[in-house]
């Protein structure tokens, strides 16, 4: 019914930038929220950052100042805007959306997963 894509990931050094996508398609009739999240092997899948379908962003600390998330509701797309990458970013990034349905149903939908490599 609906999916989650990411795109973007790949391998780069220390203090690169990288931008990951998410697009959400299906019988979508609204995206109530959406957000970013990560997880290293051996670690539990933490929070990145999120954003609200009003535009209201949370982060967390050990991102805020370097990554910044943004939506585009016409295109159902989010974004993720990462700079001053370190090592210790290193994980497979997952994109997040609570979606409204067209059959008024509403669901937490969870994307296949990008990897992101930063070497020292």
């Known amino acids: 019914q609906v999916q989650l894509v990411e795109s973007g990931g790949g391998v780069v050094q220390a203090g690169g930038s990288l931008r990951l996508s998410c697009a959400a398609s299906?019988?979508?009739?609204?995206?109530?929220?959406m957000g970013w999240y990560r997880q290293a092997p051996g670690k539990q899948r933490e929070l990145v950052a999120t954003?609200?379908?009003?535009?209201?962003?949370n982060y967390a600390d050990s991102v805020k100042g370097r990554f910044t998330i943004s939506r585009d509701n016409a295109k159902n797309t989010m974004y993720l805007q990462m700079r001053s990458l370190k090592p210790e970013d290193t994980a497979v990034y997952y994109c997040?959306?609570?979606?409204?349905?067209?059959?008024?149903?509403?669901?937490?939908?969870w994307g296949q997963g990008t990897q992101v490599t930063v070497s020292s």
């Open positions: 997040k959306g609570t979606i409204l349905a067209v059959n008024a149903v509403i669901l937490d939908y």
């Open positions: 299906g019988s979508i009739f609204s995206i109530v929220s």
């Open positions: 954003i609200t379908s009003g535009g209201n962003t």
